[in-house]
């Protein structure tokens, strides 16, 4: 046996390819459904190369959708296919360290469980929005990075049904963070380790009758931030509270579409004579963490990517019915903004993405459709590579970043 083979049922080795262009370099280990590798792109950087076992064909359409999604909750999936020898695969973000490595390794403290239980329901809410349960969630799939907790190994996962949905992820969620505050991994219903500020929010998530749990992770995080974290003296750094009803005061925008002359598209839009905004917005984008972003501030939801492509505007047409048929992350009234919509998403300066916009967008949609014309044949468009309102021909290829009214 080549010193450079794996072992000697395995038929990849050391130091050549092994997927695409990824060089293999070592041999990581086995899980219940396949082998990992840490394998390197061309420049160097490591990623891990998981090979699936036959048998345990990987449902490549929810692959794609997870991939899709590009969540800092997730592990990211980065690509799938077959390797040199054929074997079903994918390449993942490589991570160095899990939630059982951390727990073998010392005691987590009480805010660190928090932080970290906080994060693992940021995770799900994620797949929850989009419709998937993991069915596997437990200390070795979830991966710490600083102090983000990933979710990775979607092996099983699957589409909610009318039978099955995230319950068995919210309580193994649960499940995880008891044994966080407590050290032990097994339970008793009295809950009788657990410190006494904890134990009501516990009980209802393990109720026996899955009708008296919490029903969906937005009600977990609500009741944990109101019976845990506002009652806890800790400089603990948490995110906006992002639930389904946002209570704060709105600055409402237009989203009526109208003509605008360009005479008038000064003092109507609020431009300069360089045609950048008088007024900037600020706003208070939250992540919804499911491919859209909330402007708290102006009481609107946006895709956070868009279209993948640039189009004439008869096509902008069908793209916004077509998201709407599909319940785009569940909701059927998105629409095409309106050029005052778009502008407040314009910065004074440019941003680390090199345009003028926040970049917790996408970078790739840097030119925008309104809904606004100047003309039956002529629209307004916001450049956000240079900050700037124009009017083009409608014939001229721009992408869309839909919005709606929350």
């Not at 793209?319 to 314009?346: C, H």
């Amino acid at each position: 046996m080549s010193d450079n083979l794996i072992n000697e049922t395995d038929r990849y080795t050391i130091g050549s390819k092994i997927f695409r262009d990824y060089t293999l370099k070592r041999f990581i280990g086995e899980k219940n459904f396949g082998r990992y590798y840490l394998v390197e792109n061309m420049t160097g950087i490591p990623f891990a190369l998981k090979v699936i076992y036959p048998g345990n064909n990987i449902d490549r359409l929810l692959i794609h959708t997870i991939a899709c999604l590009r969540s800092n909750r997730l592990v990211s999936i980065l690509d799938y296919g077959e390797t040199i020898e054929g074997e079903e695969c994918m390449i993942l973000e490589f991570m160095h360290e899990s939630l059982e490595d951390a727990l073998r390794a010392e005691p987590i403290n009480e805010i660190t469980a928090c932080k970290y239980f906080l994060e693992i329901l940021q995770g799900l809410k994620v797949l929850e929005n989009n419709h998937i349960v993991h069915k596997d969630i437990k200390p070795t799939n979830l991966f710490i990075l600083e102090d983000i907790i990933k979710i990775g190994d979607f092996s099983i996962a699957e589409r909610f049904t009318n039978n099955y949905n995230s319950s068995v992820d919210r309580w193994a969620a649960a499940a995880i963070f008891y044994r966080m505050l407590t050290g032990k991994s097994s339970f008793n219903r009295d809950l009788a380790n657990v410190p006494e500020k904890y134990r009501s929010f516990l009980h209802k998530c393990f109720e026996k009758d899955v009708k008296n749990r919490y029903q969906n992770v937005s009600e977990m995080l609500q009741a944990f931030y109101e019976q845990i974290i506002n009652k806890l003296n800790t400089p603990l750094i948490l995110e906006a509270k992002n639930f389904e009803v946002i209570k704060k005061k709105k600055h409402n925008l237009r989203s009526t579409p109208r003509y605008v002359s360009e005479d008038e598209s000064e003092k109507i839009f609020g431009l300069t004579k360089e045609r950048r905004p008088i007024k900037y917005t600020k706003n208070e984008f939250v992540d919804n963490e499911n491919s859209t972003v909330t402007d708290l501030f102006t009481g609107l939801m946006w895709q956070k990517f868009g279209s993948d492509q640039y189009m004439k505007y008869e096509e902008v047409k069908n793209y916004i019915k077509k998201i709407n048929q599909e319940k785009f992350v569940g909701y059927a009234d998105w629409r095409l903004p309106t050029t005052e919509e778009l502008m407040s998403l314009l910065t004074p300066e440019k941003q680390s993405n090199d345009l003028f916009i926040n970049p917790i967008f996408s970078k790739e949609q840097f030119w925008c459709w309104s809904s606004d014309k100047i003309a039956p044949d002529k629209g307004w468009f916001v450049i956000f590579l240079l900050g700037t309102v124009i009017w083009l021909d409608l014939d001229n290829l721009y992408y869309v970043r839909a919005v709606r009214t929350i």
